[in-house]
């Protein structure tokens, strides 16, 4: 008899919760990891992880612990949910405890300031294992209806195959439907930028500019990210996919989405600090807008939304003035 696959999720958070209970229901033994005692407490004693996801009862195979080296012990995967830019620092603390063999899978969609790193460039860097123990899961996934059971579909990346097959078996269930593909630096890059382009349809819709603008957001910012993704070697097939138009798509329609809430808020007329302060959760694309910038520039690659964004979020840009800029770049053919 096979003994379950065993998952150490670092990150208790509501996609690390929700993720947690996909792994649990796929047939797995899962540890979530936490930083705060009384939330592994609430997971093991109530079930439930009432800061996050309220009101959604987790399997009896989650358990939590604030201890990296019980939560790694035997673990297939060890999977990463924390916000990007603490990735390298605690990451450092766990590696340590990391046995070989442990597949480290991240489900984080950002890139790191100051390095333009990708979250799985990352965790090559601090444990020094070899890209084919390195996954990504991504695509068009909001933790909240996930964590309903609600119908899903997502890629899980990886430049071995054999490997995204075994990640794929221990997390396909009736409501969270798996893809494979190799194609990890599009399935990153798919993931980072469209938080940014999330940014902006939410900076659109907070103006009222209306659904015309909100589809040419979408279309353009998938062009930009699908040209820089083409300067970095990935497949230009991975964005008109799940981990491309799927995650954008979601990210950019739904109120569930954090950057599209966030640009709204700063597209009404809130000051940074005061969008902050209202948001409770983490908004990839507020810190990532500048590092994908800088992956764009480091690539000579132009994104206009991209740096729009950055006008707006971290210099002080008015979303009228920046629109106008944008609005008035000179005209181009579609395809290039």
Known sequence: MT???????????????????????????????????????????TRTNPGYLPGVELPASVRATTDPAEALRGADFAVLVVPSQTLRANLA????????????VSLMKGVELG?????????????????DRIAVITGPNLAKEIAERRPAAAVVACSDEEVARRLQAACHTPY??????????????????????GLAVGIADGMGLGDNAKGSLITRGLAETTRLGLAMGADPLTFSGLAGLGDLVATCS???SRNHTFGTNLGRGMTLQET????????????????????????????????????????????????KELMSRSAKPERR
């Open 93 to 104: 603390d766990w590696a340590r405890h990391l046995e070989p063999g442990t597949v480290l």
């Open 115 to 131: 390095t333009a790193k990708r979250m799985s460039e990352v965790i090559e860097d601090v444990t020094e294992v070899t890209p």
């Open 3 to 45: 003994h379950p696959a065993k998952a150490a999720v670092f990150g208790t958070g509501s996609w690390g919760t929700a993720f947690a209970m996909v792994l649990a229901d796929a047939g797995c033994d899962v540890t979530l990891w936490g930083r705060r005692s009384e939330v592994a407490e609430a997971v093991n004693t």
């Open 254 to 256: 739904s109120p569930l």
């Open 176 to 197: 969270f439907r798996p893809y494979t593909n190799t194609d990890v630096v599009g399935c990153e890059l798919g993931g980072a930028v469209k938080n940014v382009i």
């Open 276 to 323: 902050v302060a209202v948001t409770s959760q983490t908004a990839e694309g507020v810190k990532s807008c500048e590092s994908v910038l800088d992956l764009a520039r480091r690539h000579d690659v132009d994104m206009p939304i991209t740096e729009t964004v950055v006008g707006i979020v971290h210099e002080g840009k008015p979303p009228v003035v920046a629109l």
